[in-house]
């Protein structure tokens, strides 16, 4: 049972008040070391820079150095919201060219080949430099505390160890001896990374011999990452062939793609949702499409309807399958082509796009048409969007996972190993889960942010000897197909999933959330977001709420598999609500109680105080604070 079915105010867990500052984060370590840092004097930008670093050590199943960290913030000092991209671009020699002088279709979703540039370090380092107050030995402190002495070991991380262990040995040797010596861990046992925390402690040293000032010691921190030892020793590994799903290869990156980058802040992409303003990435990430979902759900009166009820998860599973089309479609990074977000988002389009929520679930993949612009899928989608084609979209609605797969075609077959989220509803095989991490601080002077990083997984890319840590394969998002928005070119950020996000009132922040789950992302936290501001539910009310999500648009991951018509429900939705959508031809696949999201949140109410949740799912993420 969940909390809509249990009496009103009922929650898992407390919502966490107070007026000093709260933390919520996808391990309870790193929240609690982010209100650690708050409790030392540091404000929302160190907290969310000394949770981030312990993630990367206490869930390198999920998230790591070598990945990414996007950031969606409000500075209280300068009263405006500010994205941090986070997200490191393909390597200067990476060209649809050199993949397919290789014989591949698309990049792998494990190995080398689908490196991009490391941005979760640089990502916070930058936070702290920009926005910070706290000098990093104190925000790398708890990391490497863990890193050195040890941490307990999650249930997932030793699943990922025992299954992928077994072939270590011969094909990523300083994995297997890094994390399964002298075996894998149980769950809960103590494990450490005393490599990492080697690493930590030497830019620590490097950064406090760069100069006796917080601004000097950062800046020799990041050129010992991007220009030092930690380039230098991705150079060496980079260019020595290693095994991924498609055979063995060397990657394209160098240590002068990481000498000539830098994270920058953006201009958050923002829209009107009734008396709200919610704020996300530019279309180099999904969070766009969560923006599109409410102008089309604007138009409906979601106010009116049941929380959890049959017409409601039609209508936002609906409005979720459009949006994403246009993710599809449209989405890309705008420093290498227009796109056309402002018509996206605009209240004629979505009025347009509105009209084809019907009262049965679509089996097509319809991206629009925005500005009359024809839109173009890459060429292993279109038959899923073609409507003289919707024999076949029922075909593979009625497929099992491989037939299902986009890119599944006769006499080609695909292996199945790789970087997919877990908790997707997807069909993974025997691919290994990984899947995304997230953290949401707000401090005692109105500083906010909502952070979400990822990638660097262990079990995708293997262990950098001397560093402790992997490179990620957020290039395996790009298509090599030539003239999408999304095609791979050199230095250019792929379209990645991560999509932490900001809401406002009246110019003012009030809410900063966000979830791991892949493609999920912009689905767990709309339910989250319409209990709450539309339906009048606590913030931990609306976290508990059972949970859904569609798989109808090809995965973002590797191999690209798609299950058009899919809805996966968490079974406290209860048995009548499951079966009306079957009814109205959604292909459900029931999944256990508290099995779907990772939503956290932090905020500040309507009577002034500091606010925060945590999904209990998993037993996994923390709300802290006081």
Not at 141 to 170: C, I, K, M, N, Q
Request: hydrophobic fraction near 40%; proline fraction near 9%.
């Amino acid at each position: 049972m969940v909390a809509m079915h249990l009496p009103p105010g009922f929650t898992t867990r407390p919502e966490m008040k107070g007026t000093f500052g709260m933390v919520a984060a996808s391990h309870w370590l790193a929240a609690q070391a982010g209100m650690g840092m708050l409790e030392r004097g540091g404000n929302a930008f160190d907290a969310a820079a000394t949770a981030g670093f312990v993630l990367e050590v206490v869930e390198p199943h999920q998230n790591g150095p070598g990945g990414e960290a996007p950031m969606v913030l409000w500075s209280a000092a300068e009263g405006d919201v500010f994205v941090v991209d986070g997200q490191g671009p393909a390597p200067a020699t990476a060209t649809p060219e050199r993949f397919t002088d290789l014989g591949l279709e698309l990049v792998p979703g494990t190995g080398l080949l689908a490196a991009c540039v490391p941005a979760a370090l640089g990502s916070w380092l930058f936070l702290l430099e920009r926005f910070g107050t706290m000098p990093l030995r104190d925000v790398l402190a708890p990391a490497v505390h863990y890193a050195r002495h040890g941490f307990p070991v999650l249930p997932v991380l030793s699943r990922v160890l025992a299954e992928a262990g077994r072939d270590w040995a011969t094909r990523w040797p300083a994995t297997a001896e890094l994390w399964c010596w002298p075996q894998p861990p149980s769950p809960g046992e103590r494990r450490s990374n005393e490599v990492l925390a080697d690493t930590f402690d030497r830019i620590v040293r490097e950064a406090e011999a760069g100069g006796r000032s917080r601004e000097s010691q950062l800046e020799a921190a990041r050129r010992a990452v991007y220009e030092g030892f930690v380039a230098a020793a991705i150079d060496t590994f980079a260019r020595t062939p290693a095994p991924d799903e498609l055979g063995v290869h060397e990657g394209f990156l160098r240590g002068d793609d990481l000498a000539s980058w830098r994270p920058s802040l953006e201009e958050p992409v923002r829209r009107q949702y009734r008396d709200i303003e919610v704020a996300k990435t530019g279309p180099w990430g999904q969070g766009p499409v969560l923006l599109q979902q409410l102008g089309l759900l604007e138009g409906f009166d979601v106010a009116g309807l049941t929380p959890g009820s049959a017409e409601l998860v039609h209508l936002v599973t609906e409005c979720a399958k459009l949006a994403l089309a246009d993710r599809e479609a449209w989405y890309g990074d705008p420093r290498f082509g227009q796109v056309p977000l402002d018509e996206l988002l605009s209240g004629r389009y979505c009025d347009e796009r509105r009209r084809l929520v019907g009262e049965e679930a679509s089996l097509e993949l319809r991206p629009g048409r925005p500005g009359g612009r024809p839109a173009r899928l890459p060429a292993l989608l279109e038959r899923l969007s073609a409507p003289s084609r919707s024999a076949d979209a029922e075909a593979l609605r009625h497929a099992g996972p491989a037939e299902a797969s986009a890119y599944h075609r006769a006499g080609v077959e695909v292996p199945a190993h790789g970087g997919q989220p877990a908790g997707a509803g997807r069909s993974a095989g025997p691919r290994r889960p990984s899947d995304t991490c997230h953290v949401d601080v707000v401090d005692r002077f109105g500083n906010m942010v909502s952070a979400t990083p990822s990638g660097g997984w262990l079990q995708s890319s293997p262990a950098i000897p001397g560093l402790g840590f992997c490179l990620g394969t957020r290039a395996q998002m790009f298509w090599l197909e030539k003239g999408l928005p999304n095609s791979l070119a050199p230095r250019k950020r792929p379209r990645t999933t991560l999509s932490p996000g900001l809401v406002l009132r009246d110019g003012a922040p009030v809410l900063a959330f966000g979830t791991p789950g892949g493609d999920q992302q912009d689905q767990w936290t709309l339910p989250f977001l319409l209990y709450h501001f539309d339906l009048g539910l606590g913030l931990q009310e609306s976290i508990d709420a059972a949970n859904w999500h569609t798989a109808h648009v090809p995965s973002s991951f590797y191999p690209r598999d798609a299950h058009p018509g899919s809805v996966a429900a968490e079974r406290a939705l209860g048995s009548g609500v499951l079966a009306d959508l079957r009814k109205r031809g959604h292909r459900v696949t029931e999944l256990p109680e508290w099995s779907i999201g990772r939503v956290t949140a932090v905020g500040i109410d309507e009577r002034g105080f500091l606010v925060a949740g945590a999904d209990p799912r998993n037993a996994q993420a923390y709300a802290t604070g006081r």
